[in-house]
């Protein structure tokens, strides 16, 4: 069993988009999906949505509870929404590059599930950071239910490729212009929260983004999100 000290160095030293091709909006250059990307959906949905998250950042642990089963249910299974997953890195570092390794660690096929698991376990993988407790025992736990060995999950942690993908996608979520998580890439351009002196509010393309006229409050829950996917669906950001 590795050392709390010895884990936090090998992994801290590691380390959305339309179908819609008729809008003449300027597209986000990160819409296009990638070699090595993570998506769940057809490939012909009508709408592509990329979003960034952290294994490290709570409101993305919320998102992932309270919304993404409901946008998974209504329009990722019925083939209206192509999702693409790319992880970033936030603060814990440490933390939040291993849950990425882990995640890539894991058969394409298991990658969402453990993307699920690493959300459902963030709460208790800070609490036992914090009490100097066993993470790697949390993070092994997380494994075997994705069907990864102990020693397996250590050869990743251990591993300078995969310890490279980490900063690798960093960099790559600093060039895509990615101002923090969750993050979305959707009807050509970013989606992200704005925090203002009025509430939260969902920006896009760096301006309010409005529906039926009025600025979108930044809730977590599936109803308000599956509102913000049908907007875009219906191309009726193309009247903003």
Known sequence: MLAKQTFSRVVAGAVLALGLASSALAQHQAQAERPNDHAIGSEDAPLLIVEY?????????????AVWPTVKSD??????VRWIFRP??????????AGMILAECASDERFFDATDLLFAEQS???????SGGDVLGVYNRIGAAVGLREEELMGCFQDPAMNEDVNAAAMRAGDDGI??????IIGGSLLN?????DGNFWHWNYEPLLINGERVPAEFDGDSFSRIVLHFRNGSHLEQ
């Open 193 to 197: 929260i704005v925090h203002g002196a």
């Open 179 to 184: 101002p923090g998580t969750p993050s979305f």
């Open 88 to 97: 970033m890195l936030t603060n814990p570092v440490p933390l939040a590059g």
């Open 124 to 130: 208790t993988i800070f609490e036992t950071a914090r």
């Open 75 to 80: 329009f990722v299974d019925t083939g209206e």
């Open 53 to 65: 998250a952290s294994y490290a950042c709570p409101h993305c642990a919320h998102f992932q509870e």
